[in-house]
């Protein structure tokens, strides 16, 4: 992958780990997965005889290349795991603006790629999850890492001409799962992000009052709450439909946990909502908007497993 060239030797080697991190993670949609992968890339290198090594042209080429089929396997039994899963399945939430998972690869910027801060966002992960394993690493590789359809070919095992279909494929699904005006604020500029962080804001100070009806009007009558706790903590095994039980739902949550800390985050990039209780981070919310501002989808995480960044 020509495209992955940025330095040469073991040095420039141990450097594509924030590479590679960031492109696992817009793949897997989970850190810890994205970082398990990386581990096996580094082990499968360091697996190579010193000759075997010396005999790679493009280090950097050769590690992305693997890390990409390491999580194209991923993907494919994950779909098998999370048919076994407890309740809803969501991304692993990222910490602050994912800065170190923003490295990306050099090349051209067609309109229809995805930009490469956008690729984090809660909503443009939980979107790809409604594509085939193929698809997914086809359209980031492409869309958000700009890559050549040529190089994705070495990935997934398939021609240039089928990856292009794959990640076409994976574009149009994308976009006609995207609701109109909350996708388009998914992407919003520094203005709107400081908007929403606003609304978050009094969406944090009424659900600490207890204000269903405060809540209520900061809710989309057509709102949806997705929760994932795995098994291991409450959660709904369905979403929540509709700005008032959320808020009712919301409220009762309160109640039985008193003493709960709310903090406006930011959460994969984009405004959020941590919630803690007793010291430990026990959910972290991502939010999506109407075009006039109203929440829209909230997707809270509250596996414990999925918080340990927290």
């Known amino acids: 992958m020509a495209a992955a060239v940025r330095t040469d030797g073991e ?48 280090p950097a080429a ?3 290349t693997v890390a990409g089929r390491i999580c194209l396997d991923l993907l494919r039994s994950a779909r098998v795991r999370r048919e076994r899963y407890v309740g809803v399945w969501l991304p692993e939430p990222l910490p602050g603006a994912g800065q170190r998972l923003g490295h990306a690869a050099d090349g051209t910027d067609p309109a229809d790629r995805v930009a490469l801060d956008e690729s984090v966002h809660m909503a443009f992960l ?30 997934v095992g398939r021609t240039p001409a089928a990856c ?26 520094t203005a709107a992000a400081a908007q929403q962080a606003a609304r978050i804001k009094e969406f944090q100070q009424a659900w600490q009052a207890k204000d269903i009806a405060a809540l209520v009007g900061l809710l989309d009558p057509g709102a949806v709450m997705t929760t994932d706790g795995g098994g291991l903590a409450g959660a709904n095994a369905r979403p929540v439909e509709g700005g008032e039980r959320i808020a009712q739902y919301l409220v009762h949550f309160v109640d039985r946990a008193p003493g709960l800390a709310l903090e406006v985050r930011t959460v994969n990039g984009q405004p959020g909502l941590v919630a803690r209780h007793a010291g430990t981070t026990v959910s972290v919310a991502a939010f999506a908007f109407t075009g006039d ?18």
């Open 126 to 155: 939980v979107l790809l999850e409604s594509v085939t394993p193929a698809e997914r690493v086809a359209f980031v590789l492409h869309d958000v890492f700009r890559y050549s359809f040529a190089e994705i070919a070495d990935v």
């Open 11 to 58: 040095h420039g080697v141990a450097g594509e780990r924030q590479h590679l991190t960031s492109l696992a993670y817009r793949l897997l949609g989970s850190l810890t997965e994205a970082e398990d992968a990386v581990q096996e890339t580094y082990a499968r290198w360091y697996g190579l005889s010193p000759r075997q090594r010396q005999d790679v042209e493009v």
């Open 293 to 310: 501002g109203r929440i829209s989808e909230i997707w809270t995480v509250r596996n414990p497993e999925k918080l340990t960044a927290w």
């Open 62 to 64: 050769w590690l992305t």
């Open 164 to 189: 292009r279909q794959l990640a076409a494929s994976a574009r149009r699904r994308v976009r006609a799962a995207q609701p109109g005006p909350a996708a388009a604020d998914s992407t919003a500029p």
